[in-house]
């Protein structure tokens, strides 16, 4: 069964350095999207990427923020300089075009730590 | 803005018991409600999705039913085992454009006690 799948499963950075967090999503999905978990706290939107553009962003995802695809088949989450508060599980998810049931898979998570 | 809340945070039943978890959003004209479950430090398992136009869906001993008027969903879990224990989340979709985000509720802690 196809799944989306998340690298790596786990990042630890200093806190003012770059991460580049990585997803490749289901191979005939066309809509992407970050979610982030703080431990401990509800998961939470970040944003949504369709047709090489932001469909939408949230209150967090700041110019620190960036989110790309470089190719066909991954989708990758860059935060520039990151600060303590950005360590979370990062979430990949995608889905197809309305299709009715509109289900969003999910990947398994980069845990990032930021020190 | 839709707000998704699930209450208890925390259950404990015995082994075999029927349980039922419940949330609640605020915004009535929700496209989908997603379940999930989701084990200490892992990803999101989607257990059942239910759209607007349908009542209730069910997979396995997993039951979930969705009442748009009163704002409401349940996650009904038939004769527990101590494999349930997990963390249960409840996710709602407003519209069904492609693009569209889902908003998650808290969660609720469960654990089975053998």
């Known amino acids: 069964e196809p799944e989306v799948t998340q690298t790596p499963s786990h990042q630890v950075t200093q806190m003012g350095q770059e991460v580049i967090l990585r997803c490749v999503p289901i191979?005939?999905?066309?809509?992407f999207y970050w979610y982030r978990q703080i431990l401990g706290q509800k998961v939470e939107f970040l944003v949504s990427?369709?047709?090489?553009?932001?469909?939408?962003k949230s209150e967090i995802f700041d110019d620190q923020f960036s989110v790309e695809r470089p190719d066909g088949s991954n989708f990758t989450l860059k935060i520039r300089s990151t600060k303590l508060e950005d360590s979370a599980m990062y979430f990949c998810?995608?889905?197809?075009?309305?299709?009715?049931?509109?289900?969003?898979?999910f990947g398994p998570g980069t845990r990032l730590t930021v020190l | 803005k839709q707000e998704v809340t699930q209450i208890p945070a925390a259950l404990s039943v015995p082994e075999g018991e029927n349980l039922v978890l419940n949330c609640s959003f605020t915004?009535?004209?929700?496209?989908?409600l997603q379940w999930f479950r989701q084990d200490p430090g892992k990803g999101l398992t989607s257990l059942l999705l239910?759209?607007?136009?349908?009542r209730e869906q069910t997979s396995g001993r997993l039951n979930a039913s969705l009442d748009k008027s009163s704002g409401r969903s349940t996650l009904y879990i038939a004769a527990s085992q101590p494999g349930d224990s997990a963390t249960y989340l409840c996710a709602a979709q407003l519209t069904n454009f492609g693009n569209e985000k889902l908003t998650f509720g808290t969660g609720t802690r469960l654990t089975i006690i053998p």
């Open positions: 239910i759209q607007s136009s349908q």
């Open positions: 990427f369709y047709n090489n553009e932001i469909s939408e």
């Open positions: 998810a995608s889905n197809t075009p309305p299709s009715g049931r509109n289900e969003q898979f």
């Open positions: 915004d009535s004209a929700i496209y989908n």
């Open positions: 191979s005939n999905h066309l809509y």
